[in-house]
C-alpha cells in the first residue's frame, strides 16, 4: 500500500521560510517523479514543483521560481520542498505526489496547510 505522509506545514509571516517532507513508502520510485502541488480556498489545485527520483530533473511553476527548492534522500524515501521569501499568495493546502510522468500523479498524500501572513 503506498502512502505519501506530509509534514512542516504551519503559519508563518511574509517573507519567512518552511520545509515540507513527503515521506514515501510501500512501493520502489526510482522510476517515479515526486511533485507538489497546492490549493487555495476556492482555488483549483495547481502544480508547484517536481522531482525525479533520481534528483536530476526538476520543473518548477512560474511563481515559486527562485523562491522554492526541492530535493530528494533516495535512502530515506523522502522529498522535501524548502519554501523561501513566502507571501500571502502561496498560503494553501500542499499535497505531495507521485507519477510516473511530470503530467500524470497515480499517488497523493493528505495535505497539509500552509498559511502565510501578511
Known amino acids: 500500500q503506498v502512502q505519501l505522509v506530509e509534514s512542516g506545514g504551519g503559519l508563518v509571516q511574509a517573507g519567512g521560510s518552511l520545509r515540507l517532507s513527503c515521506a514515501a513508502s510501500g512501493r520502489t520510485f526510482s522510476s517515479y517523479y515526486m511533485g507538489w502541488f497546492r490549493q487555495a480556498p476556492g482555488k483549483e489545485r495547481e502544480f508547484v514543483v517536481a522531482i525525479s527520483w533520481s534528483g536530476v530533473s526538476t520543473r518548477f511553476a512560474d511563481s515559486v521560481k527562485g523562491r522554492f527548492t526541492i530535493s530528494v534522500d533516495n535512502a530515506k524515501n523522502t522529498v522535501t520542498l524548502q519554501m523561501n521569501s513566502l507571501k500571502p499568495e502561496d498560503t494553501a493546502v500542499y499535497y505531495c505526489?507521485?507519477?510516473?510522468?511530470?503530467?500524470?500523479?497515480?499517488?497523493w498524500g493528505q495535505g497539509t496547510q500552509v498559511t502565510v501572513s501578511s
Open positions: 505526489a507521485a507519477g510516473r510522468s511530470w503530467l500524470t500523479y497515480d499517488y
